[in-house]
């Protein structure tokens, strides 16, 4: 765990936690399914909504406005930003629900296990279960956000370069966030 220099200090050395880096294929990988979020919506009673295309939809009437103020460049490295942005929280959502899951389980075991369901047992399953489902709405929602943008951002670049689908030279990245969605 710990070391020592050569001037006799002790050094410590903490565990780090590795971390996906935010990219479409991470964020993917981790997120909640489709199926799994809109049964939890519909047992819940919720409404349903589509958040990849009600982003790829705002953020193409955002990249529109940006270009009319400041040029079709700026837009398009602004959108990327506001994209990166919506990416990581979106990664961040995803490793709670992650996180979530893991703790439901342990729960899930932990009761199955014991004899009796105490009054605590009882009191956490329901609290894990909503947790589990609040975060696995939050993560796909957020996740959608993120691929919508992503869809926004390749199809201004598309449009902008004179493309109507993807090109053997466009850039490895760009269809990225294409396939994305």
């Given at each position: 765990?710990?070391?020592?220099?050569?001037?006799?200090?002790?050094?410590?050395?903490?565990?780090?936690?590795?971390?996906?880096?935010?990219?479409?294929?991470a964020?993917?990988?981790?997120?909640?399914?489709?199926?799994?979020?809109?049964s939890?919506?519909?047992?819940?009673?919720?409404?349903?909504?589509?958040?990849?295309?009600?982003?790829?939809?705002?953020?193409?009437?955002?990249?529109?406005?940006?270009?009319?103020?400041?040029?079709?460049?700026?837009?398009?490295?602004?959108?990327?930003?506001?994209?990166d942005?919506?990416?990581?929280?979106?990664?961040?959502?995803?490793q709670a629900?992650?996180?979530?899951?893991?703790?439901?389980?342990?729960?899930?075991?932990?009761?199955?296990?014991?004899?009796?369901?105490?009054?605590?047992?009882?009191?956490?399953?329901?609290r894990?279960?909503?947790?589990?489902?609040?975060?696995?709405?939050?993560?796909?929602?957020?996740?959608?956000?993120?691929?919508?943008?992503?869809?926004?951002?390749?199809?201004?670049?598309?449009?902008?370069?004179?493309?109507?689908?993807?090109?053997?030279?466009?850039?490895?990245?760009?269809?990225?966030?294409?396939?994305?969605?």
């Amino acid at each position: 765990m710990g070391g020592t220099e050569d001037s006799g200090a002790t050094i410590l050395h903490f565990p780090v936690v590795r971390r996906e880096p935010p990219t479409i294929e991470a964020m993917t990988a981790l997120a909640p399914p489709r199926s799994l979020v809109a049964s939890l919506v519909a047992d819940a009673g919720f409404e349903a909504r589509d958040a990849l295309r009600g982003f790829d939809r705002e953020f193409d009437y955002l990249v529109r406005a940006i270009e009319m103020g400041s040029g079709p460049d700026d837009a398009i490295i602004r959108l990327r930003h506001l994209m990166d942005t919506h990416l990581v929280h979106a990664m961040e959502l995803c490793q709670a629900f992650q996180a979530a899951g893991d703790r439901l389980v342990n729960i899930e075991v932990q009761v199955a296990q014991s004899e009796k369901l105490g009054g605590s047992g009882q009191m956490m399953l329901p609290r894990a279960r909503r947790e589990f489902r609040d975060r696995a709405i939050a993560a796909r929602v957020a996740a959608d956000a993120a691929l919508g943008a992503a869809q926004a951002l390749a199809g201004h670049v598309r449009r902008a370069a004179g493309l109507a689908v993807a090109a053997a030279e466009e850039p490895q990245q760009l269809q990225l966030f294409a396939a994305a969605g």
